[in-house]
């Protein structure tokens, strides 16, 4: 299977995207190797973090081995609970991740619960994980949503006029390219946490700049996705895009006055 793609406003014509590819009699997807190849550089870059914040690299490995199926378990376990009208009538395909249907967000709750409770039962300081896997979910998301390209979906609503319009020449339609918003927006906020990393003023906090960023971004990149998951009249991840820029803003200023000029101890 491939896709048919276009960017007329860029002058970019008509080209094809293989869907996958054959390795030994194996078929591979690119979408797998996108999402792999993310998770690789994540990794790579928390461990080069993690030096600065006196954790070690086996930690850093611990957590990517024990986040990555909690991640899929809950990006599968969030979609299936917002679109369970396509599932009610036969429980058993919720169990066929492969035929599609996981969500971003869902993966990121699993990933900080996880994490979450290694760090507990370890002991090591949950702040100091968190702004670390804040990098390593932006090169993430960053990269895995050029998956979502090679697919040719999770793209956005119809349109004749923007920029950056994608053609779905295959489907007859031109959209706007939402994975491409979103993958931008992820850089554009990996460069200024990397930049105001200086300024910390506690463990935890560049975490919570990514919770602030992602969440503002994803709130008007929501508003233009054609395939939202919805509950009643509500895009659900706009919502909770809207929950999470609030809270973050909340907790850092709270924690900002709180610590004032000197960094807290281990939390």
């Known amino acids: 299977m491939t896709n048919t793609i276009a960017f007329p406003g860029l002058g970019i014509g008509a080209f094809t995207i293989p869907t996958a590819f054959s390795f030994f009699g194996f078929t591979i997807h690119w979408y797998g190797v996108i999402i792999a190849l993310g998770i690789l550089l994540a990794y790579l870059f928390a461990k080069k973090k993690a030096k600065s914040r006196e954790i070690s690299n086996d930690s ?7 986040g990555l199926p909690s991640a899929i378990i809950c990006a599968r376990i969030y979609y299936v609970i917002f679109s369970w009208e396509d599932y009610r009538s036969n429980f058993l395909d919720v169990f066929k991740i492969w035929e599609g249907g996981i969500a971003i967000y869902g993966a990121v709750i699993g990933a900080c619960a996880s994490t979450l409770i290694y760090c507990r039962v370890k002991k090591i300081s949950v702040g100091k994980m968190f702004d670390i896997g804040a990098f390593g979910l932006l090169i993430g998301q960053m990269i895995g949503r050029w998956g979502n390209f090679v697919n040719a979906e999770a793209f956005g609503k119809a349109t004749s006029t923007a920029l950056f319009r994608m053609q779905l020449v295959d489907q007859g339609v031109t959209v706007h390219p939402t994975f491409l918003y979103e993958s931008a927006w992820n850089l554009l906020l990996f460069i200024i946490i990397n930049l105001l990393e200086k300024y910390q003023k506690f463990n935890g906090e560049i975490f919570l700049w990514y919770v602030t960023g992602y969440g503002l971004g994803r709130f008007f990149i929501e508003g233009m996705r054609a395939d939202s998951l919805m509950l009643g009249s509500m895009r659900v991840s706009q919502v909770l895009a809207a929950i999470c820029f609030v809270a973050g803003v909340g907790f850092i200023i709270y924690f ?10 281990n939390v």
């Open 60 to 66: 850093i490995l611990d957590v990517i081995l024990w």
């Open 256 to 265: 900002r006055l709180k610590n004032k000029k000197e960094m807290p101890q």
